[in-house]
């Protein structure tokens, strides 16, 4: 299963665009910042990720407050077909929730 569940704020973030089908797209830089434990050591885990919102859940996106930490769900897939990238593409926004 490729999922992936990120509390993260919208750091960068590009204007709203059209593919050429008509769906609305949006680009951004997600960062993520927290404390995982690993080896039953506690580090901090500070990442940037990009990110793309498309069809009806771009709106949403687009609306939301840079820099305000926010729950984002989808999944990873490569930036383009002979990419080695990734890509978060978004598929779900909510409320920050440290549970979620």
Known sequence: MNQLCLAAAISERDVLRYTPAGIPIVSAVLLHTSDQVEAGITRRVELEIAAIAAG???GRFN???LG???NFTGFLALRRRNSKSLVFHITDIQAYSPDH
């Open 56 to 58: 009806e859940i771009s």
């Open 63 to 65: 609306r939301a407050e």
């Open 68 to 70: 305000k930490t926010l």
